[in-house]
């Protein structure tokens, strides 16, 4: 089935440094991509998504870009701050029967930004 | 508008004790999605509902069952529980059935332990 794969964490980085969190997928139809941030104790907010190929979602200074010859869609970002601190998932919009889809998530990324 | 809600936030139960869940979705939102969290596994999809039917249904035993409610408002039920459900569980909404390109909407999930 489909499945994706994103780096392990957990990352530590400095405020204002770049970050790039890696992300792959495997998938036999053209689903749509997608980022979720989730901050201690909370649920998963989404961070941005892209639906076809050479799309670029972005919001609050992430970027990802869906590269269908690469199967990716790296995260980045160019100045972390501390409260960009949380797990980052990268998912899938994975069609399962019934006109219905459902998201498959990599396994998250711990990222740390100390000041 | 208020978010998706989730209660409780927090339950424990022992093994071979039943749980039930509730979800309230976004106003207007008629598709409810349930997700298990946890360490080993990460994220995985347990099933969808869209006008009171289940529409999906994930890799779990029927242990595991939900419904949904004129209103939208979702439950899920654990029957005889074990060590490995221990898990936050987390619901989504979307607006219609699920497509490729919708965004699902995250609660702050139900942080199970169990006994």
């Known amino acids: 089935g489909d499945s994706v794969t994103q780096m392990e964490g957990p990352v530590t980085l400095s405020e204002e440094a770049c970050l790039t969190i890696?992300?792959?997928?495997?998938?036999?139809?053209?689903?749509?991509l997608f980022w979720y941030v989730q901050y201690p104790g909370e649920g998963l907010q989404l961070l941005l998504k892209a639906t076809k190929a050479d799309d670029k979602g972005s919001n609050k200074g992430f970027e990802a870009t869906y590269r269908k010859e690469t199967t990716s869609f790296h995260l980045e970002k160019g100045s972390v701050q501390v409260s960009d601190s949380a797990v980052y998932f990268c998912?899938?919009?994975?069609?399962?029967?019934?006109?219905?889809?459902?998201?498959?998530f990599g396994k998250g990324t711990k990222l740390s930004v100390i000041p | 508008k208020a978010g998706v809600t989730q209660t409780p936030r927090y339950l424990i139960k022992t093994r071979g004790q039943q749980v039930t869940l509730s979800c309230s979705p976004i106003?207007?939102?008629?598709?409810v999605s349930w997700y298990q969290q946890t360490p080993g596994q990460g994220l995985q999809f347990l099933f969808e509902?869209?006008?009171?039917?289940?529409?999906n249904k994930g890799n779990f035993p029927g242990r595991f069952s939900g419904r949904q409610f004129s209103n939208s408002r979702s439950e899920m039920n654990v029957s005889t529980l074990e060590l490995g459900d221990s898990a936050l569980y987390l619901c989504?909404?979307?607006?219609?059935?699920?497509?490729?390109?919708?965004?699902?909407?995250f609660g702050p999930g139900t942080r199970l332990t169990v006994l």
């Open positions: 998912a899938l919009s994975d069609h399962s029967g019934a006109g219905s889809y459902q998201l498959t």
């Open positions: 106003s207007g939102h008629r598709s």
């Open positions: 509902y869209f006008s009171e039917t289940q529409r």
């Open positions: 989504a909404s979307s607006p219609n059935l699920a497509t490729s390109t919708d965004t699902q909407y």
């Open positions: 890696n992300c792959t997928y495997t998938a036999t139809g053209y689903p749509s």
